[in-house]
């Protein structure tokens, strides 16, 4: 509950402050909205303005030819979005699907394009408020994923959240392939 | 006195063969006859009292039989077993009417464990739900946030609706919590309730069977009594059958008296035959005396003794009691 009122009061000042990029670019001033979710019992964050919208899990749509981590491609309102499972592209095992998984629909900047991916997770939990005087800097070891990957640690309601960087998650010629899997119905983004 | 001075004047006489006996005939015989009436009244008073003992006995085996038939009590008895066992009867009828209303009780009770189960499903709804307002508020507060200051309203709405949707999906937890303890309590209700019923059939039947057992020697004893009770009425009844014939025998007192009667008035009428007048002759005196003898006969009996016949040889006259 708490954490949903700060997040909420977060929003007015947030919205001044963070306005104009759903990249993970940060501005260094002022407090940033996060949406907190389980990935494998880890409490991961991502910059709320990177993020389109949430949606109910559906299983997506098999793309021959793929990595591993791609699980497929859903329509999302006439868009082929591709759809990633994180669990497999931080090296663990694959996500089971339970009543509570959701794919997080996020917007990376790809070249001059921004380019939607969902990102399938165990459960959203809430958005948070975090300022960066709170953010730690990734640790140099003991972490199970590529610490690229992180934009920083944070504490939030005395329990670590990893911050990811949304736009590390995938490797340029990655997001190319994306784009390709998802280019014969979507040339472009429908933001 | 006459007697005597017969005695003295035979004295005086010469004397004739059987004189000595004559003499002390006529001495003897008004003894005789005295000792023989003596007898007949000492018997006639002994067989009378003896009968008035009979006829009070038979009057005691009649009230006692008659006090036996009026009570009916075996019969009571046996009624009264017979109305016993319907009593037990509608007692253990009770006993299953109560049974089966439990079992009645048991089935409503699994009815209300069926509604758990939807309840439980009903809670689970909830919290789906809840789930997916939450969703709904989560992704209002990303749209609010991309909006900017435009969508600050916006965001306090997302924010009451999470606290809603939370709400929800505590309240669908508590409800799916009350409704498993609820479910788990009826369960044990349902299996109490059955372990309850199996042992109180086996109790009722088992109490049939000892009602039954009890009837079956209550009713085994009463029968006994009963039989006995005949039995020993039919025993009164001979008793007093043979008592009765033996009072109808104690009757040939009257017989035996009157032969003794009639002995005694020979007797006496042979004292006189000497001093009557003696117009005929002795032999003729003796037989109008034998003949007249013969006339106050009452019995075949006497008849016979009379005429010479052996009285060993005599058959028993027919009994014509009166």
């Not at chain 2, 307002?133 to 200051?149: K, P």
């Not at chain 2, 001093?275 to 002795?282: D, V």
């Not at chain 2, 005196?285 to 003794?305: F, H, I, K, P, S």
């Amino acid at each position: 509950m708490s954490d949903v009122r700060t997040a909420i009061a977060a929003t007015e000042r947030a919205a001044a402050t963070a306005r104009g990029g759903a990249t993970s670019a940060m501005p260094a001033e002022g407090p940033q909205q996060y949406l907190t979710f389980v990935l494998g019992g880890e409490v991961f964050a991502i910059g709320i303005l990177a993020i389109r919208e949430i949606l109910e899990y559906a299983t997506p749509t098999q793309v021959p030819m793929m990595p591993a981590y791609l699980c497929g491609v859903i329509n999302l309102r006439g868009a082929v979005v591709p759809v990633i499972d994180l669990s497999i592209r931080f090296g663990r095992a694959g996500s089971a699907v339970s009543k509570r998984t959701c794919i997080i629909i996020i917007e990376v900047a790809s070249g001059e394009e921004l380019q939607q991916m969902g990102l399938l997770v165990d459960a959203v939990n809430a958005v948070v408020e975090i300022a960066p005087g709170e953010i730690e800097p990734p640790p140099a070891f003991g972490t199970r994923i590529r610490t690229d990957f992180i934009h920083g640690m944070a504490t939030v309601d005395s329990r670590f959240i990893i911050l990811l960087n949304v736009g590390s998650l995938l490797a340029a010629e990655e997001l190319g392939q994306l784009a390709e899997a998802a280019a014969p119905n979507s040339p472009s983004a429908a933001a | 006195m006459d007697t005597q001075r017969e005695i003295d004047a035979t004295d005086e006489l010469p004397q004739p063969p059987g004189a000595v006996l004559a003499a002390a005939c006529s001495q003897a015989l008004p003894i005789w006859a005295k000792q023989i009436d003596t007898a007949r009244l000492q018997a006639q008073e002994a067989v009378v009292s003896l009968m008035q003992r009979f006829q009070n006995i038979i009057n005691r085996l009649d009230t006692a039989l008659g006090a036996a038939r009026s009570q009916a009590g075996a019969s009571t008895v046996a009624d009264d077993a017979v109305q016993g066992q319907q009593l037990l009867a509608q007692v253990i009828e009770a006993l299953r009417a109560i049974r089966s209303s439990r079992d009645a009780l048991a089935h409503e009770i699994r009815g209300l464990a069926a509604y758990a189960d939807e309840l439980r499903k009903m809670s689970s709804d909830v919290e789906i739900i809840a789930f997916k307002t939450n969703m709904l508020a989560l992704n209002a507060a990303i749209e609010a946030a991309h909006a900017g200051d435009v969508g600050k309203g916006f965001a306090v709405v997302a924010k009451e609706v999470r606290e809603l949707s939370a709400a929800a999906r505590d309240t669908g937890k508590s409800i799916g919590h009350k409704v498993g303890l609820i479910s788990n309590s009826l369960a044990q209700i349902v299996s109490t309730n059955e372990r309850v019923s199996t042992r109180d059939e086996a109790a009722v039947s088992e109490s049939e069977q000892h009602i039954h057992t009890v009837l079956e020697r209550f009713r085994q004893r009463t029968q006994l009594l009963t039989d006995s009770a005949a039995r020993s009425n039919a025993e009164s009844e001979s008793i007093k059958d043979d008592v009765c014939e033996a009072l109808v025998q104690l009757q040939f007192q009257d017989r035996t008296g009157q032969i003794l009667q009639q002995v005694v008035a020979s007797i006496t009428q042979a004292q006189q035959l000497d001093s009557g007048a003696n117009l005929e002759s002795a032999d003729q005196r003796v037989t109008d005396y034998l003949n007249g003898m013969a006339q106050t006969y009452t019995t075949d009996e006497q008849r016979q003794n009379h005429t010479g016949v052996a009285s060993g040889e005599l058959e028993p006259q027919g009994a014509t009691f009166f």
